[in-house]
């Protein structure tokens, strides 16, 4: 029985990190507060082990910064570092639509098959982008965040390489933990966040890539024009 005590310690763990995660995101841990792993323990009510582990990870990922002695730190982002994670992300974009031009997997692949599990998971995607975009309609920055990372997450996975999708959804956490602690102090959001995820799966499944990549350009410098707009405030 020793296996289900690793298996149950490693599901804590997990859902320690992504509680935590959530609370970054939605700006409840601010930038630069400090917690030890005792704190956060008692918070939880679990042990100290899988804690400590949820925060290593976390620190691994880019969201934590581990203080000797001292306990963790959220880690606090720069408009250069969000500049960073944007051409980071870009490029690893922009490599998926070189697949889809050499034929391998993506949406267009998806749309053409007849197999009934590959069109219901296109058909997901797409609804992940319709309430992606309805949210942001409705400057609605928690629900937009929770359907953005998944759309991108299933989005990446249409590709059928789980190395890119890691790294990608890596990538658009750490941006919007850079970017909530902007957007939680502008008020009425409505109308200013990027709300093109079905134009950008629609371009896919018709393989127009030149599409795809004019509508993320689009998306990254209104990301960059917003945060420069918000930070100088």
Request: proline share 2%; hydrophobic share 40%.
């Amino acid at each position: 029985m020793p296996g289900n005590g690793a298996v149950t310690r490693s599901t804590l763990r997990q859902q320690i990190a992504d509680a935590l995660r959530d609370e970054v995101l939605a700006g409840r841990l601010q930038p630069g507060q400090e917690f030890t792993v005792k704190e956060i323990a008692d918070q939880y009510g679990v042990s100290a082990t899988p804690v400590r582990e949820a925060l290593v990870d976390l620190s691994a990922q880019g969201l934590l910064d581990a203080l000797q002695h001292r306990g963790f730190r959220v880690r606090e982002y720069s408009r250069a570092d969000f500049r960073g994670l944007v051409e980071a992300r870009s490029l690893v974009v922009d490599g998926m639509f070189h697949a889809l031009e050499g034929g391998r997997g993506g949406p267009a692949h998806y749309r053409d098959t007849a197999d009934a599990h590959a069109l219901a998971a296109l058909a997901g995607v797409r609804r992940r982008g319709e309430e992606a975009q309805r949210a942001a309609c409705a400057g609605d920055l928690t629900v937009l965040i929770g359907y953005d990372l998944r759309f991108w997450r299933e989005l990446s996975g249409l590709f059928g390489n789980p190395y890119l999708g890691d790294f990608l959804h890596r990538l658009r956490v750490q941006s919007w933990v850079c970017t909530v602690q902007h957007l939680r102090r502008a008020g009425d959001l409505r109308g200013q966040l990027w709300a093109e995820h079905t134009e950008l799966i629609d371009a896919l499944a018709r393989r127009d890539t030149t599409a795809a990549r004019s509508i993320v350009a689009a998306h990254n410098a209104h990301a960059l024009a917003l945060i420069e707009r918000l930070a100088t405030r």
